[in-house]
């Protein structure tokens, strides 16, 4: 599987926009970006994912850079229930399984 | 139920004990997983079904490992003769699509405890 790069940890402050970045830069063509999220105590749950296009959906959007080696996940306006784990993974069209990496844990400052 | 259902939610065993966890996925899935998550960690692949056939065991960390799923339903984790080593969240999830742009569901976890 292609490999992600996320930062460990971030910060942010409540009902301001947090930008979750992810470097893929050995992503191949048919690899989709996918982004889960592992709030305290839960399983994961999915957020959103894409393949060229930037993706917008109830919880998030998805910004795609042009030459795919990267990805942006913008959640627009942070709340306390937003403090998770989240994890940019790739995974291949056909691939069977989701390999999760160590993930960004992001806190929410109120 | 409408999500993903694990059980025993907390199971605490002795070293050297056999366990079993269950997952009863969404109905109509096909696609079944199985993860583990150790304290602070974070998730490990273990065992992928597609209906009752299990084309991918890669990440099974042991023979003492094995896992069954009945009907295209329910599934079966077994952890023979348990070590402390394999204290952990166990985590299932269910996906309607085995392709890679199928959403995984996840349930809440078995949590694990050898003692």
């Known amino acids: 599987d292609a490999k992600t790069t996320q930062p460990n940890s971030m910060e942010s402050n409540e009902e301001e926009p947090v930008h979750l970045p992810c470097n893929h830069s050995t992503i191949s063509g048919t690899d989709y970006i996918h982004w889960y999220r592992q709030l305290p105590s839960q399983g994961p749950e999915y957020v959103i994912h894409?393949?060229?296009s930037n993706v917008n959906n109830r919880m998030a959007s998805l910004a795609i850079a042009e030459d795919r080696k990267s990805s942006t996940l913008i959640l627009h306006r942070a709340t306390l229930r937003d403090a998770a784990v989240y994890y940019c993974?790739?995974?291949?069209?056909?691939?069977?399984?989701?390999?999760f990496g160590q993930g960004t844990r992001l806190t929410i400052n109120p | 139920g409408a999500g993903v259902s694990q059980s025993p939610s907390n199971k605490v065993t002795e070293k050297g004990k056999d366990v079993e966890l269950r997952c009863d996925p969404i109905s109509g899935h096909t696609a079944l997983y199985w993860y583990r998550q150790s304290l602070g960690q974070g998730l490990e692949f273990l065992i992928y079904?597609?209906?009752?056939?299990?084309?991918?065991k890669s990440g099974l960390p042991s023979d003492r490992f094995s896992a069954e799923r009945t009907g295209g339903s329910v599934s079966t984790l077994t952890i023979q003769r348990t070590q402390q080593e394999d204290s952990a969240v166990y985590l299932c999830a269910s996906s309607p699509s085995w392709t890679g742009t199928g959403e995984l569901f996840f349930g809440e976890g078995s949590r694990l405890t050898v003692l």
């Open positions: 894409g393949l060229t």
């Open positions: 993974i790739l995974r291949d069209w056909g691939a069977q399984k989701l390999v």
């Open positions: 079904f597609q209906g009752n056939s299990a084309p991918d």
